[in-house]
């Protein structure tokens, strides 16, 4: 059996392991606390390791740049598109998704995938480029929630309380422990240190850390699972559009760039991130902040059954690219993968038309 299967078949096994655990966590502070673990301890030593393996060179700087792009592109698409797949403009299901899709959370959904199928050096430059969709998702997409809150309510009073929410987040960009890690192993290679010149027993404690990545990483998958199948349709056409999108986006890229290989496959597979918690966050605060007064601006409900939905659809999505291997690092298949993601969206988007030329068609035979 292929290498690749095989290890695909054994992480599937790990998340339906997590899946069974789900009756053993009694409430989401449980849940919640496993994800402070992989994000706060795990993921942060995992990177650490990364990076303290490889050579920074200044073209590595764009990298949070090409991240930048790939979340603005996504915005600006799912203004144009997401009226056509079923969310009518300005409206809370609208802007929830708005703020939804263009996010990227490769904390939980594609780094331990991408430690174990293209290894350390993939994993560093792929958490450099999370530096840009960090300040995407912290900054630029909390402007454009309480934007919305703003233009909707009388809150010329809490122009102070933005001010401040704003040093916070910048103060929460800097702080999060993925990027002081960050900071931290860049500072270590200015001067030429490596992981080996670090002691032996915080080598070794770093090195057992983030040894723990991908299991748990795979474990919370699997318990963090939930289904509204209600919106189950809605949410997968949106879904699917979003990965097609991308993995055009990703062709074009590596057609450009001339990427082959591991840095093929990362350019592929990072623009496949499931959405991130933070516009959620954003979201929540906008509401709370709202009360009781005026309508909603944001539809949180559809909010939380989209980051349920996320993560497992993202992760079938990235295993089944890295166990196709270097196949996948070509545009020639990127781009029909990207087209046949978009099948189903496209033919939802295109049934107006399609009715009214039946339409018209009738009226004539009558005719």
């Not at 594609?110 to 958490?127: C, H, K, N, T």
């Not at 929540?284 to 909010?303: H, I, M, N, Y």
């Not at 989209?306 to 497992?312: H, K």
Request: charge should be neutral; glycine fraction near 6%; hydrophobic fraction near 60%.
């Amino acid at each position: 059996m292929n290498p690749a299967l095989q290890k695909t078949l054994a992480f599937l096994l790990l998340i339906l392991a997590g899946y069974l655990l789900q009756r053993k966590i009694v409430g989401k502070q449980e849940l919640a606390g496993v994800k402070v673990l992989i994000l706060s301890i795990v993921l942060p030593a995992t990177i650490f390791v990364a990076l303290l393996k490889i050579e920074i060179s200044a073209t590595m700087l764009l990298l949070p740049l090409l991240a930048l792009l790939l979340n603005g592109i996504l915005y600006a698409v799912s203004a144009l598109l997401l009226p056509r797949l079923g969310f009518r403009r300005d409206t809370p299901g609208w802007r929830t998704m708005m703020l939804l899709l263009p996010s990227l959370a490769p904390g939980l959904s594609v780094f331990p995938f991408i430690l174990e199928y293209l290894g350390e050096a993939p994993l560093a430059m792929a958490a450099l480029a999370d530096v840009g969709n960090k300040v995407f998702v912290l900054i630029v997409l909390y402007l454009v929630a309480m934007n919305w809150y703003y233009a909707r309510h009388d809150t010329a009073s809490a122009a102070p309380d933005r001010r401040g929410k704003l040093k916070d987040l910048g103060l929460a960009l800097v702080q999060e422990p993925v990027n002081l890690v960050i900071l931290a192993a860049i500072a270590m290679l200015s001067f030429g240190w490596t992981l080996s010149d670090l002691p032996v027993f915080l080598e070794g404690t770093v090195a057992r850390l983030a040894s723990l990545m991908t299991p748990l990483v795979l474990l919370f998958i699997g318990m963090a699972v939930r289904f509204n199948r209600r919106e189950v349709p809605l949410i997968v056409r949106v879904l699917c559009f979003r990965s097609g999108l991308a993995f055009l986006l990703s062709a074009g890229l590596v057609y450009l760039s001339g990427l082959s290989g591991p840095l093929a496959l990362l350019a592929v597979i990072f623009a496949q991130c499931a959405v991130s918690f933070w516009p959620f966050a954003h979201m929540s605060a906008v509401e709370a902040l709202r009360g009781t007064s005026g309508d909603p601006v944001f539809d949180l409900d559809l909010g939380l059954n989209v980051l349920a939905f996320s993560l497992p659809f993202s992760t079938l999505v990235i295993l089944t690219v890295l166990s196709c291997g270097e196949w996948f690092a070509a545009p020639a298949v990127i781009a029909p993968a990207g087209v046949v993601m978009c099948i189903g969206p496209a033919v939802y988007m295109l049934r107006p038309l399609l009715a009214s030329s039946r339409e018209g068609e009738v009226e004539e035979a009558h005719a």
